[in-house]
């Protein structure tokens, strides 16, 4: 059974820093027994990066859709698992206003980050909340997953222009304003003819981030992490994809001589 303490110690091991800026994508099945559970992970990580930026994915792709168009950014769940979940509802969390691909953030100057987002055209715009994890020279902590659930890859790709990513036809969302009112947007889905799950081939990247020391192994609780580097992520995914755009999708393998 872990206890907030044996956590807070599991994260100053991997050498994260109180006033980081990191983005965590997790599982808490693979953390294991943690006392009073998810949300005493949340209390670590929050405690933790109080005086950071603490950000995690509040995405909401798996529902929003031609049956469901109204994001409402107070009640719409995430669908990406429990952790998130109970950290965008704490005190001083902020999410952001895209409709499929929000983010939910804590700390400095969190409202400021979000800024924008109902803007974005594209899951991971340019310019945009995910983008920006490399401007901010933010961490991502994958705690208990791999780069299949590593969203930053995806807006490397949008800056690469990386073809095959996107639905031919934007789709049609409304997104609940602060102010009440409901704000028309057209958002791109991702898409790519040849499989329903573009992220899976991210873990073919694996390799080259622990080769370049882009990324190093960690541990919170039972879950093997892997914390990462935003911008030397961007810079390795960048010197890869520069080689043959769609390499991540075409090769079974990426060549090292292209890291």
Not at 116 to 130: D, F, I, L
Not at 161 to 172: G, I, L, N, S
Request: proline share 5%; with cysteine.
């Amino acid at each position: 059974m872990f206890s907030k303490k044996m956590l807070t110690e599991d994260i100053e091991k991997m050498g994260l820093c109180p006033s980081d800026a990191v983005m965590i994508h997790s599982s808490m099945k693979a953390i294991g027994e943690v006392e009073n559970g998810a949300d005493t992970v949340v209390d670590t990580l929050m405690e933790y990066f109080k005086n950071g930026l603490l950000m995690m994915p509040a995405h909401t792709w798996a529902q929003m859709g031609k049956e469901h168009r109204i994001f409402e950014p107070q009640t719409e769940k995430s669908c990406v698992g429990i952790i998130p979940e109970i950290f965008r509802h704490r005190k001083g969390v902020v999410r952001s206003l895209h409709p499929t691909h929000s983010m939910a953030v804590f700390g400095n100057k969190a409202e400021e980050y979000i800024k924008g987002e109902e803007q974005c055209t594209t899951p991971c715009t340019p310019g945009g909340c995910w983008d920006r994890l490399k401007d901010v020279r933010a961490k991502i902590l994958l705690i208990g997953v791999t780069h299949a659930r590593n969203t930053f890859i995806h807006a490397v790709e949008e800056n690469f222009c990386v073809p095959e990513r996107f639905t031919k036809e934007p789709e049609q969302f409304f997104i609940r304003m602060p102010d009440g009112t409901l704000k028309e947007t057209f958002v791109y889905r991702h898409f790519n003819p040849n499989t329903a799950h573009i992220s899976e081939s991210y873990d073919k990247l694996t390799e080259a981030f622990y080769e370049t020391k882009a990324a190093r192994k960690g541990y919170l609780g039972n879950a093997e992490c892997i914390l990462c580097d935003a911008q030397a992520v961007y810079d390795v995914t960048g010197r890869i994809i520069s080689h043959e755009l769609n390499c991540l999708m075409d090769r079974d393998v990426i060549p090292k001589e292209w890291w």
